[in-house]
């Protein structure tokens, strides 16, 4: 790069993002609760998988509000560690999928789809207050795609409820819960990715300025 060239203007979020991660907190707590009651008593992988990822949601939304007026740096620092624990998550359901898989239990179809069709609702109202924030800095991108990947993992949990009921068997569960898992290892990449790139460029503009 030139040395005319001017340092990275520092990328701001929008005053709105504050009050959108604060709803989006407050709602993924309390789908949490739900779905891992709702867990429990049907007996369903990808509900747990669900309720889980619920939960490290919102430890991601309440990071992000707490470096939300730092600088690039430690934004791209806490981005860097939610891509690590979307990462890992993903990871331990595709393992607890593969443990579940030898038991042989079959979970309760009717509790899945309904508890998957009020957390797909939530997930929508939450992904259409933070879509406008997707195009910001690592931090802003990956609380965009924790709420994009729980929607997709919503219908998937739907599906599999009506592939329970259909077959009788829990395949169709394990099948999403591996999906979902799957989901959060790529997407956790992607926002390493984005991290690294973030504190790099925030870097370079430091040296500039020096």
């Known amino acids: ?6 340092a ?8 709105g993002f504050r009050r959108a991660l604060w709803i989006a907190l407050w709602v993924n707590l309390t789908m949490f609760l739900v779905e891992g009651a709702a867990s429990l008593q049907s007996g369903s992988v990808s509900l747990m998988a669900d309720a889980i990822d619920f939960f490290g949601d919102s430890a991601n939304y309440l990071l992000s509000l707490s470096v939300l ?6 934004r791209g620092r806490a981005a860097m560690f939610k891509g690590a624990t979307m990462t890992l998550f993903g990871l331990a359901v595709l393992g607890r999928a593969i443990w579940v898989a030898q038991s042989g239990a079959t979970p309760e179809a009717i509790t899945m789809g309904a508890v998957g069709f009020l957390a797909l609702a939530a997930n929508v109202a939450v992904a259409w207050i ?11 991108r990956s609380v965009w795609l924790c709420s ?9 949990v739907m599906v599999a409820a009506l592939g329970v009921l259909g077959t009788g068997t829990a395949w169709p569960d ?3 819960a591996a999906i979902i898992g799957s989901l959060a290892v790529t997407s956790g990449i992607s926002v390493i990715r984005h991290a690294r790139s973030d504190i ?3 870097r370079l503009a430091e040296h500039a300025h020096q």
């Open 1 to 6: 790069m030139a040395c005319s060239c001017s």
């Open 200 to 202: 790099s460029e925030a």
């Open 130 to 140: 933070l879509f406008r924030y997707r195009s910001g800095d690592s931090d802003m």
């Open 174 to 176: 394990l099948v999403v």
């Open 69 to 74: 007026s730092m600088g690039m740096v430690w």
């Open 8 to 15: 990275p203007e520092p990328k701001t979020p929008s005053p």
């Open 148 to 156: 994009r990947n729980d929607a997709i993992g919503n219908v998937a």
